[in-house]
Nanobody
Framework: QVQLQEAGPGLVNPSQTLFLTCTVSGGSITATYYAWSWIRQSPGKGLVWLAT???????YYSPYLKSRTSISRDTSKNHFSLQLTSVTPDDTAVYLC????????????WGQGTQVTVSS
């Protein structure tokens, strides 16, 4: 059974860059045709999809934060990462990684999430 585990800094200063990593066990991030995504949930708001990286490395971004977001992967470590630049307090949220069987398919496996707070 695949497991996903997020890692992040917890607290980030405004204007800095946020780096998050999702480590995957029990399955390969290059396995056909799985898609690996980052989603966040802000206080009092619903889940917001941020970005996806496909089994072959193709990337997809939500127009919502596309100019500040970058998703990447390290196949040797079987993990994928999210970079969010120029953070503001509005980026405070629980960040989750998830897996779907295909790009655009419902997320079926989730990490537990990592809280990120943007504050000085």
């Amino acid at each position: 059974q695949v497991q996903l585990q997020e890692a992040g800094p917890g607290l980030v200063n405004p204007s800095q860059t946020l780096f998050l990593t999702c480590t995957v066990s029990g399955g390969s991030i290059t396995a056909t045709y799985y898609a690996w995504s980052w989603i966040r949930q802000s206080p009092g708001k619903g889940l917001v999809w941020l970005a996806t990286i496909d089994y072959d490395g193709s990337t997809y971004y939500s127009p919502y934060l596309k100019s500040r977001t970058s998703i990447s992967r390290d196949t040797s470590k079987n993990h994928f990462s999210l970079q969010l630049t120029s953070v503001t307090p509005d980026d405070t949220a629980v960040y989750l990684c998830a897996r779907a069987e295909l790009v655009g398919a419902p997320f079926e496996d989730w990490g537990q999430g990592t809280q990120v707070t943007v504050s000085s």
